[in-house]
């Protein structure tokens, strides 16, 4: 079960704001390891969509954005698109598990 | 270009055996740190297995003695052996290459579907 603890689902209107939240604990990114996005679009493979808390990858739109602090991250999406329907799942590394954890999951729907 | 293609998801009954392979291009999976991640149909995502360069590996409880990850440098090829196979078991397998980018989850492959069902 996943330890990275995420909202089922958020949606917003085109060109508007969305954030998703992922909620760990002092095992993971409470103890400062980083956190990683990914975006699924549907029946394909996840995407890497932000690396090391903040950082886009190369081909990324600017409107992701993501933030971290202490045990708990958030990505934003600005300026959404219908294009950005999708799953988003956040990612870390756990100490007490030794492995790395996956978020919930978040579906994104664009109204 | 790099990329993954993952091959070797097939029906399999309970209890059986299934080698799944990953076959890199523009990288060397040799080279890079390689994961295992497996998603059951409609749920999220679940680590499975990594590959250091060095060739130590490590697994969460769930698949311990019954996966293993390994790799073929003249091939670059990575391969899992899934064993004692459980319905619980039924996902799509990804592989992936992580610590480039800090140790996210940088390049994907499509996936290849295992179904445990008898």
């Known amino acids: 079960q996943s330890v990275l603890t995420q909202p089922p689902s958020v949606s917003g209107a085109p060109g508007q704001r969305v954030t998703i939240s992922c909620s760990g604990s002092s095992s993971n990114m409470g103890a400062g390891y980083d956190v990683h996005w990914y975006q699924q679009l549907p029946g394909t493979a996840p995407k890497l969509l932000i690396f090391?808390?903040?950082n886009r990858p190369s081909g990324v739109p600017k409107r992701f954005s993501a933030s971290k602090s202490g045990s708990s991250a958030s990505l934003a999406i600005t300026g959404l698109q219908g294009e950005d329907e999708a799953d988003y799942f956040c990612q870390s590394y756990d100490n007490r598990l030794s492995g790395y954890v996956f978020g919930t999951g978040t579906k994104v729907t664009v109204l | 270009e790099v990329q993954l293609v993952e091959t070797g998801g097939a029906l399999i009954q309970p209890g059986g055996s299934l080698r799944l392979s990953c076959a890199g291009s523009?990288?060397?999976?040799?080279?890079?740190?390689m994961s295992w991640v497996r998603q059951a149909p409609g749920k999220g995502l679940e680590w499975v297995s990594s590959l250091y360069a060095s060739g130590t590996t490590f697994q969460p409880d769930s698949v311990k003695g019954r996966f293993t990850i390994s790799r073929d440098t003249s091939k670059n090829t990575l391969f899992l052996q899934l064993t004692r196979l459980r319905a619980e078991d039924t996902a799509i397998y990804y592989c992936a290459r992580h610590g480039v980018l800090g140790d996210a989850f940088d390049i994907w492959g499509q996936g290849t579907l295992v179904s445990v069902s008898s």
């Open positions: 090391g808390n903040t």
């Open positions: 523009g990288f060397s999976v040799s080279g890079d740190f």
